[in-house]
């Protein structure tokens, strides 16, 4: 990855370091550039070409997008109705509501394979911590992987946290996410008991990815607000 960056401290990559990074080709990034689903490049110097995590993150959401069976029409008019002034922030919150939409997906893959899915070279302690998380799990030569998770465990890699304190991080998620999750179902049931089991099975497909939605936003700005008091103190 080069040293420059766009605004905001965004790390500026290449054309070629974006497809590396997002695990497609080059061609795939120019196409979708055509196709205006990813905003065209800072130029910098000697008119090269930069791009940044709000790119990236495009890419993982059209990835996600197109893992639910949407064609690139669908996708097209998908991206239309977004801000085309999204942070990389936002997307994500986009992406993680499409990845609500669908089953729980583990794929088993080779050493290789998973390096491409992640989009960068994984070192054996990288595979290691990817492991702890709980995103891929090591079979022989081969590796079962929580593809749901893997660009999540990735990203992680880079974040300045101790693995203790990721794997207690993810605990606590994991565990609120729970209780949460219940007391909802509960409510919900409560109010759909009596209907046809028809209507509880759409309104269940209708809700979740709203709920997802909120319990994100909620998580949001609650964060933002402890961290907000803490760097205050």
Known sequence: MTTDTTDAGDPALTV????????VTV????FYGTKGLLPPPVIGPRRVGHYG?????????IEELQQQGMTLAAIERYLRQLSPDLSAHDLAIHRAVVTSWAPDTVETVSREELQRRAGRELADGDVARLAAMGVVR?????????????????QLLDVPLSQEAILASRKVLVEHSRAAAHELAELFRGEVSERDARDVKSLSAHMHPLVVQALLTTFQRSLKE???EWLTR
């Open 226 to 228: 402890e961290l907000r």
């Open 16 to 23: 070629d370091e974006l497809a590396a990074r997002a695990g």
């Open 138 to 154: 090591a079979d022989g030569d081969s590796y079962h992987v929580d593809l749901g998770l893997l660009r999540l465990g990735v």
């Open 27 to 30: 061609r795939t990034v120019r």
């Open 53 to 61: 995590r709000e790119h990236l993150a495009r890419l993982a959401l």
